[in-house]
């Protein structure tokens, strides 16, 4: 299986280093080739200096295009040069790369999903997030079941591999801020198979959030309205076969 391994990164001169050299070491553990693109999203600081000199590919965006733009590129960049699979992870050390193993074994599995979502919740071993976001993320779990009536334990997990019938879904269309629990619904309104495995998670590791307290009413306010909005996208619902 040829995997790309796409890192959105703002900011993330810190915690690039570390990421980078343990991911080397799993895959050369696991037997697995992977190449890794950082997809450096308009960084002020070193990003893309530190990610070429670990030896990874990087993809400069000229301007900030958001967590879901910088996605997005690596998600294409996947579909274009014909890697089977690509996994989402973020550059702040959140996502360790040992349980990256777990994600491709899924994928793997008989009736191969098309998303498989690391969820730090279903087993609720370690970082589980601070309770407002636990809470909100609890919320979206609510509205993600409510409109597509299948249980999401962590809807806003931002680790997690795409199968190429996904990759063309969002080569399509992918969400532009706080992408993670939209595109589970346009996901699931297109006919993709979408399943959680359970993760351990870390806190992030340096750099800052995306999510603030400021942000955090605009936050739950866009992705709810969001949900919704997506699913009633469904009315003009993509036939699976044609991805
Ligand atoms: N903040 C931010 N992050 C971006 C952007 N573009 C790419 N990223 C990267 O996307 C990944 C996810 O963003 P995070 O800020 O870690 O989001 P999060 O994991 O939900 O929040 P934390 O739990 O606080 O880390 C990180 O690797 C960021 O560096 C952007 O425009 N803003
Ligand atoms: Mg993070």
Same mark, same amino acid.
Request: charged share 20%; aromatic share 6%; net charge neutral.
């Given at each position: 299986?040829?995997?790309?391994?796409?890192?959105p990164?703002?900011?993330?001169? =810190?915690?690039?280093? #570390?990421?980078?050299?343990?991911?080397?070491?799993? $895959?050369?553990?696991?037997?697995?080739?992977?190449?890794?693109?950082?997809?450096?999203?308009?960084?002020?600081?070193?990003?893309?200096e530190?990610?070429?000199?670990?030896?990874?590919?990087?993809?400069?965006?000229?301007?900030?295009?958001?967590?879901?733009?910088?996605?997005?590129?690596?998600?294409?960049?996947?579909?274009?040069?014909?890697?089977?699979?690509?996994?989402?992870?973020?550059?702040?050390?959140?996502? #360790?790369? =040992?349980?990256?193993?777990?994600?491709?074994?899924?994928?793997?599995?008989?009736? $191969? #999903?098309?998303?498989?979502?690391?969820?730090?919740?279903?087993?609720?071993?370690?970082?589980?997030?601070?309770?407002?976001?636990?809470m909100?993320?609890?919320?979206?779990?609510?509205?993600?079941?409510?409109?597509?009536?299948?249980?999401?334990?962590?809807?806003t =997990?931002?680790?997690?591999?795409?199968?190429?019938?996904?990759?063309?879904?969002?080569?399509?269309?992918?969400?532009?801020?706080?992408?993670?629990?939209?595109?589970?619904?346009?996901?699931?309104?297109?006919?993709?198979?979408?399943?959680?495995?359970?993760?351990?998670?870390?806190?992030?590791?340096?750099?800052?959030s995306?999510? =603030?307290?400021?942000?955090?009413?605009?936050?739950?306010?866009k992705?709810?309205?969001?949900?919704?909005?997506?699913?009633?996208?469904?009315?003009?619902?993509?036939?699976?076969?044609?991805?």
């Amino acid at each position: 299986m040829r995997v790309l391994i796409v890192v959105p990164a703002l900011n993330e001169e =810190s915690g690039l280093p #570390p990421l980078l050299s343990e991911l080397r070491a799993v $895959a050369e553990g696991d037997g697995f080739s992977a190449e890794i693109v950082v997809i450096d999203d308009a960084s002020t600081d070193r990003t893309a200096e530190v990610a070429r000199e670990h030896g990874a590919r990087v993809v400069r965006l000229c301007r900030n295009l958001g967590i879901g733009g910088a996605v997005q590129t690596g998600l294409r960049l996947a579909l274009r040069e014909g890697f089977d699979c690509a996994v989402q992870m973020d550059g702040d050390g959140q996502h #360790p790369p =040992s349980e990256l193993r777990k994600l491709l074994a899924a994928m793997q599995a008989p009736l $191969a #999903p098309d998303i498989v979502v690391g969820s730090r919740f279903l087993h609720g071993e370690g970082f589980q997030s601070t309770l407002p976001r636990r809470m909100g993320s609890g919320w979206l779990g609510w509205v993600l079941r409510l409109v597509t009536g299948e249980k999401t334990t962590d809807p806003t =997990s931002g680790y997690r591999v795409y199968g190429r019938r996904a990759l063309r879904l969002f080569n399509w269309s992918y969400p532009h801020d706080y992408p993670e629990p939209e595109a589970l619904v346009l996901a699931k309104v297109a006919g993709l198979r979408v399943i959680e495995v359970p993760v351990v998670m870390k806190e992030r590791q340096g750099g800052a959030s995306s999510i =603030s307290i400021v942000h955090a009413p605009y936050y739950m306010l866009k992705v709810t309205a969001a949900i919704l909005l997506a699913y009633a996208r469904s009315w003009h619902r993509i036939e699976p076969r044609t991805l």
